[in-house]
C-alpha cells in the first residue's frame, strides 16, 4: 500500500516519516501469508510491481471456531458459500475460443481513502474495515492507498497528483475495481474513472451490493431493492439526446400534428421515469408488507408481552447470541451483514416470565441513509422494544467507535429513549484492558462471549431484572368450577405469590398486567 508524505496540520502526522507511514498502512489489511514480493509474479500469470496482500482483513474477527454447539446445522450458511466464487478463476479472454469457457472469479479491487480528520487510528480503522466490506461483497483486496488531506477534491475526489498515483497501482496490480471510503458524488465518480481506467465504486454502492446478495425474504429483497434505486437514480449515465422518442405527423393517429415534433423523451428520461415507476411499485409493496409486522406487535402489546431487540453493530455476534439464548439456529457467518432479515423467537425468564427476543439487521459507520429508510419497517422493532441489548465487539481495534455508530442510528429510528443493556461480547478474544475500559465507561453492561458461554447466565438474569413486570397485585378466591382462570395464571405472565386451596376455592395471590386484572377484578377476595 502506499501513501503521500503529510501536508495536514497534525504535527505528529508531520513527524512521521514514509516509511512510518508505511508501516501503519501495511497493518490496515492482514498478512496470514507474508505480502508477495514486486518482482513476482501475480496469482493470475501476470507480473505486477504493486504489492498483493492475502488473508482476511483485520476488522473480521479471527476466531478459531467459527460456530458453537447452539448454532445448530448452519444448512443456510452451506447454501451461501456453495455460490461463492473462488479466486484464481479467471475471467479474461485469452482466445475467442475460450468464450464458453469462461469461468467467474474474485473482483481484484485497490482501496483509497482520505484522512482529513481524526487520529490516525480512526483512519486506518476505517480503511481495515472498508477491506472488510470488500471481502464479504467477494472480492480480493490487493492493495490501498490513504491521502492526508483537508478535505475532498470536488472533481476527482483524491485530487490529479493522488489519482494518478492511484492509477499506477491499478495498472501495475492488474486491479479491475477502485473502492471509496466515502460516498461519491457522480462527478467525482465520473472523474476519478476516466484517470484510473477502471470501475470506481463507492462505501456506499459496497454496502448495497452486501445487501442485495445477502437479503432472503421478500420484504428484505424489496427494501434492498428500493434502496438500490435511490441511490441509482441520480447517478444514471446516458447518450444525451440519442435514442429520443421523436413525434411527428399525426403521431401514430392521436392528431397530435404541429406542435408535437422536437427530440422527445430521451433514453436516459425514459430510464429515469421507469426507476421512479417501479420505487413507486417497491414502496407499495412494502407499505403493504407493514401491517403483517404491526398485527405481530399489537398482539404482542394486548397480551403485554415484554419485547427485547438485540442490535448493535455488523459483525458484533447479534446472531451468535439470539442462538445462544434461544437455540434459534439463524445464520452465523464470519462476515459483515451476515444476516439481514430479522428473526423473533420467545424466550423466558427463570421464574417463568415470558418475553420475545428479536434480532435486528447490522449497524455500521456512516449507514447509507437509503438503507436507514428502506428498512425502517425492520428497525421498527428496535424503536418499539421494553428493552435492547446492545451488542458491543470487544476484540475490534475501535470499540467506542462501534457503540456511537450505533447510538447514532438509534436516534434516527427514535430508540434512543429504550433501555438499554451494553453487551461486552467476544470477551475470550478481547483484550482485558480493552474490555475494563468499556466496563468503566458504560455503567450499565454485561460482559460475554456468546461462542463459549461466559457470562450468558449474568446477562440473562439482567434480562429478567430489566424488563417490565406485572404491578397489579390481587388476593383472589376462584373458584372450583373456575379452573380456566387459574391454569390461565399460570400460562400467562403472571407472578403467583402464593396458592392455597380452601374449601370455597383456589385462593391466590398474583401480580399480573393491568388487562389481566379487569378480567380478575370479580374474584378480588375481600377478606
Do not use: C
Request: net charge negative; no cysteine; proline share 4%.
Amino acid at each position: 500500500m502506499t501513501s503521500q508524505p503529510n501536508t495536514g496540520s497534525d504535527p505528529a502526522a508531520q513527524d512521521m516519516s514514509p516509511e512510518e507511514i508505511q508501516a501503519v498502512i501495511d497493518r490496515i489489511l492482514s498478512k496470514d501469508v507474508p505480502a508477495r514480493n514486486p518482482n513476482t509474479q501475480s496469482g493470475d500469470g501476470k507480473g505486477g510491481d504493486g504489492k498483493a496482500v492475502f488473508g482476511k482483513a483485520q476488522a473480521i474477527s479471527r476466531l478459531d471456531e467459527e460456530h458453537s454447539t447452539y448454532d445448530g446445522d448452519q444448512q443456510d450458511l452451506e447454501e451461501r458459500r456453495a455460490l461463492r466464487r473462488t479466486a484464481g478463476l479467471s475471467t479474461e479472454l485469452e482466445d475467442v475460443t475460450e468464450v464458453e469457457y469462461r469461468q467467474l472469479r474474485l473482483e481484484r479491487v485497490v482501496l483509497a481513502g482520505l484522512w482529513s480528520e481524526g487520529t490516525l487510528a480512526d483512519a486506518e480503522n476505517s480503511l481495515r474495515e472498508l477491506a472488510a466490506l470488500a471481502e464479504t461483497a467477494g472480492s480480493e483486496v490487493l492493495d490501498g492507498l490513504v491521502q492526508r488531506r483537508d478535505k475532498p477534491d470536488p472533481g476527482t475526489f483524491l485530487g490529479s497528483g493522488k489519482a494518478l498515483e492511484l492509477r499506477d497501482i491499478v495498472m501495475s496490480t492488474g486491479a479491475d475495481t477502485v473502492v471509496v471510503d466515502a460516498e461519491l458524488a457522480p462527478s467525482q465518480r465520473r472523474g476519478l474513472e476516466d484517470i484510473v481506467k477502471v470501475k470506481v465504486i463507492d462505501r456506499t454502492a459496497l454496502i448495497l451490493d452486501i445487501f442485495a446478495q445477502h437479503a432472503k425474504s421478500r420484504e428484505g429483497k424489496a427494501q434492498v431493492e428500493l434502496a438500490q434505486l435511490e441511490y441509482l437514480l441520480p447517478r444514471l449515465r446516458g447518450w444525451g439526446d440519442s435514442m429520443s422518442r421523436q413525434a411527428g405527423g399525426q403521431v401514430g393517429g392521436a392528431a397530435a400534428g404541429m406542435g408535437s415534433r422536437g427530440p422527445g423523451e430521451t433514453k436516459i428520461e425514459l430510464d429515469r421515469r421507469r426507476i421512479r415507476t417501479r420505487m413507486a411499485k417497491l414502496r407499495r409493496e412494502i407499505a403493504a408488507m407493514k401491517p403483517a409486522r404491526e398485527t405481530k406487535r399489537a398482539n404482542r402489546r394486548r397480551n403485554s408481552v415484554p419485547s427485547v431487540a438485540i442490535a448493535g453493530y455488523t459483525n458484533a455476534g447479534k446472531s451468535s447470541l439470539l442462538n445462544r439464548l434461544t437455540d434459534a439456529g439463524v445464520l452465523v457467518e464470519n462476515a459483515l451483514f451476515a444476516t439481514l432479515d430479522p428473526t423473533v423467537r420467545k424466550a423466558e425468564t427463570a421464574d417463568g416470565l415470558g418475553y420475545t427476543l428479536a434480532d435486528t439487521v447490522g449497524f455500521v459507520r456512516s449507514l447509507p441513509t437509503q438503507l436507514v429508510e428502506a428498512f425502517r419497517s425492520t428497525l421498527e422493532e428496535v424503536a418499539d422494544a421494553d428493552l435492547i441489548l446492545h451488542v458491543v465487539d470487544v476484540s475490534h481495534p475501535d470499540p467506542e467507535g462501534q457503540i456511537a455508530a450505533v447510538r447514532k442510528v438509534f436516534s434516527e429510528v427514535d430508540a434512543r429513549k429504550v433501555p438499554e443493556i451494553i453487551v461486552l461480547n467476544k470477551a475470550d478474544a478481547a483484550d482485558p484492558f480493552v474490555v475494563e475500559r468499556l466496563r468503566q465507561r458504560e455503567p450499565r453492561h454485561v460482559v460475554v462471549s456468546a461462542r463459549t458461554g461466559q457470562g450468558i447466565a449474568e446477562l440473562l438474569k439482567a434480562i429478567s431484572d430489566a424488563i417490565p413486570r406485572p404491578s397489579v397485585k390481587l388476593e383472589l378466591l376462584i373458584p372450583y368450577d373456575r379452573g380456566d382462570l387459574v391454569s390461565k395464571l399460570h400460562e400467562s405472565d403472571a407472578e403467583i405469590i402464593s396458592v392455597d386451596h380452601v374449601e370455597q376455592g383456589t385462593r391466590a395471590v398474583v401480580m399480573v398486567r393491568e388487562g389481566f386484572a379487569a378480567e380478575l377484578e370479580p374474584f378480588v377476595s375481600n377478606d
